[in-house]
């Protein structure tokens, strides 16, 4: 059956709002007709370079403006990354992910460093995914040639809650990465946040502008907020498990053939929780003890789990080949050095104001 493209928020929030044994009958029929019910893809995040971050994301330990104890790191070596990438393959991921706390990617050493640790990990037989921030449609096509698997830049929330977290660029500049990435070969990883004050409407919002994208993310990773001390969100409570599974139902339904991802916020559900979810139709975690920058379950917690609920880590390049990986000597796409006008709203976030406040050393 042809994917549908044209969702509304209405139609989303029906879903959302069913009975939830009906929910979640009709979440893992769907989930069954597309995917191994049994089968997980676990991802390894890992944070190439930490902290210092320019931008003013309400949810984020990284942004440099907000107090949060975060011990920042520069961009890590190629032999770093590769001797990590390593140990998460033992410990049976598929995929690393590689984050940099950055606004947008600069052509320069740092980005062909970045560059050279994309061809490392798919010589690994490994998926690689980055996510480095906005980049142009030029970077993606050089971290294509250079193997990338998937790139990942999240919408976080709906059109209009977003402008309650960041003042700093705008929703459309998300939806042109997006674009950025979509001229290419690369895959793309695209989700939001839950639990950042936002309504049953923004997250059928999020969920409308992920699903009408055509093709649709090949995956949405689900998060909860980890509320995080000195953040503009700190005071936040935990979310119900009951949303997270509700909004992973809906997401596996709008959205059949996407691979739903389980990330931040794991080690604040039970196993039972999390059981739900993939009987709900998640189908992919982030494994590690820490995402990015916030706690994550250990991994002998998680294959624990796997033994237990008879789940499989899937094996890399099930779902799509593995990419060529060329070499920097062959490259077709050459540095441009542009300076893309990336959008800066510039607006007042009360609740970002107030954190940034409290950051600022006492005179
Ligand atoms: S979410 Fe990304 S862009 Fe936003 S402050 Fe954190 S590291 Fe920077």
Redesign the pocket.
Known sequence: MALKHDWTKEEILEIYNKPLMELLYEAATIHREHHDPNTVQVSTLLSIKTGG?P???GY?P??ARYHTNLEGNDLMSVNQVKAQALRAREAGSSRVCMGA?W?NVKDGEEFDNVLEMVRTINKLDMEVCCTL?MITENQAQRLAEAGLYAYNHNLDTSEEYYKEV?STRGYEDRLKTIDNVRKTNVTVCSGGIIGMGESEEDRAGMLVALATLNPQPESVPINALVAVEGTPMAEQEPIPIWDMIRMVATTRIVMPETQVRLSAGRTQMSREGQAMCFFAGANSIFAGDKLLTTPNPDVNEDMEMFRLLGLNPQKAFEKKAQPESIEAANSKYQPKGEKPKWSRPGHQIERNLKAQEKARPKA
């Open positions: 971050c931008e003013d994301c984020c990284q942004a706390a606004r921030g960041i």
